[in-house]
């Protein structure tokens, strides 16, 4: 982390727990440490976010979505819920492209650049993510993958909409597994995808704000975050443990 960009740690709580649960860990979250100078998101289950929105109210801490609609104007859309709904759940995030959105529900890059788009038009800040599986890797195409997956956002979007938008790094190898990307390799992806958006536009380079997901706990969170081009964490399984989170939140104030 440097160059003045400020720390974001997001927890996604994917779909675990229920309406008091969600309400307590919300509630023991924002009650913690929460330094000035991260911004620290929680993203529960969309039928939860009224409820730890009143549990957050009046705190620093901020509220995400897990996803958002394609579209931004109300329409027949069945189960689907717009970025305007979720500004006003209290949301000013939402994560596009998670890998199991990918790869469970067949979310391909023309969604995912959509429901990007229609985060941003709606006022939430997309949170993106990228990633490339165990094959993958090991085939040696892991910059490829990652930088196909940032390029057909900036293509359908165009580089200026990522002055209003954060990237998220999570190998799918390390979703979910405990098994953490090394330090070392982390930031050679994220040092890449900066580049990329670079290339675009290089005023770009130094705001992006590129988070690491995948496995990141309260013991290897310090050696993440002091990558230069790591700049904060999407924390799953970690983020339903308020100490544990915390822990992680702490992190990136150090670093
Ligand atoms: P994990 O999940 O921290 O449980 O690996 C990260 C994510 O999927 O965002």
């Known amino acids: ?21 969600a309400a307590e860990l919300a509630t023991a979250v924002s009650r913690g440490a929460l330094p000035e100078t991260v ?4 993203c529960p289950p969309l039928c939860h976010l009224g409820a730890v929105a009143g549990a957050i109210s009046a705190t620093r801490l901020q509220l995400g979505a897990q996803d958002v609609a394609p579209w931004v104007e109300d329409g ?7 970025s305007p709904m979720l500004k006003d759940a209290g949301c000013g995030y939402a994560i596009v492209g998670h890998s199991e959105r990918r790869g469970l ?30 094959a993958e890797r090991e085939a040696g195409k892991s910059l490829d993958v990652v930088g196909a997956q940032l390029q057909a956002v900036i293509d359908a979007a165009g580089i200026s909409a990522f002055t209003n938008a954060v990237l998220a790094y999570e190998p799918v190898w390390a979703i979910g597994t405990g098994r953490t990307a090394a330090a070392g390799d982390a930031q050679e992806v994220h040092q890449h995808l900066r580049c990329l958006a670079g290339e675009s536009d290089a ?12 496995s990141v706990k309260p013991g290897n969170a310090a050696e993440l975050f002091a990558q230069a081009d790591i700049d904060g964490g999407l924390i799953g399984g970690a983020a339903l443990q308020a100490d544990d989170f915390l822990a992680i939140v702490q992190a ?3 670093t």
């Open 39 to 42: 911004d620290v998101v929680v």
């Open 203 to 214: 005023t770009i380079t130094g705001s992006l704000r590129i988070l690491y997901g995948g």
């Open 76 to 82: 027949a859309y069945t189960g689907e819920v717009s």
């Open 105 to 134: 529900l067949a979310e391909n890059d023309a969604t995912v650049a959509q429901k990007f788009m229609a985060a941003q038009a709606g006022g939430i800040t997309p949170i993106l993510c990228v990633g490339e599986t165990l």
């Open 252 to 254: 990136a104030a150090n």
């Open 1 to 21: 982390m440097s160059n003045g960009r400020r720390p974001l740690v997001a927890g996604n709580w994917k779909m675990h727990g229920n309406l008091q649960r």
